[in-house]
């Protein structure tokens, strides 16, 4: 039972006890107040329930969002990491993670992202496309 309708049925007891009676006008009053009030802590009390239940779907839908940005974001992580390998440029020494986007058209040379100088690359690839082409 919630606090208001605790309180409300404190004040119904309280009228009862003073045995206030319906036949004066005050009496009508207070009685019509008392149910008004015990309307108004039901109301409270399915509101809250309400608010409780809302809260529970928002935390799930917190959750499975969650999920989604982790899968989403995990995705892209993983794509930015797929690089070919690492090499360190000959002119400026900097570590550079070569990926498909940097391998020019004829797939011999990159440009470093640094020093902006033409790097030639020598690949043994072993994917299993290349290793099929080698064998025909």
């Known amino acids: 039972m919630s606090y208001l ?3 409300v049925a404190y004040l119904r007891g309280l009228a009862e006890g003073m045995q206030i009676s319906d036949a004066s006008n005050e009496g009508k009053l207070l009685k019509a107040i008392l ?3 015990d309307d108004v802590a039901l109301a409270v009390d399915d509101v809250e329930e309400v608010q409780e239940q809302l809260s529970e779907q928002v935390d799930n839908i917190d959750e499975d969002l969650a999920e989604i940005e982790r899968v989403i974001f995990d995705e892209e992580d993983e794509d930015d990491e797929l690089c070919f390998a690492e ?4 002119y400026c020494n900097e570590t550079i993670s070569v990926d498909e986007d940097m391998i020019d058209d004829d797939g011999e040379t ?3 992202p640094n020093c902006h100088k033409q790097i030639e690359l020598e690949w043994e690839c072993g994917c299993e496309e290349c290793e099929g082409h080698d064998e025909e």
């Open 87 to 90: 090499i360190e440029c000959p």
């Open 35 to 37: 149910e008004v009030l």
């Open 110 to 112: 990159i440009e470093c």
């Open 5 to 7: 309708k605790e309180r």
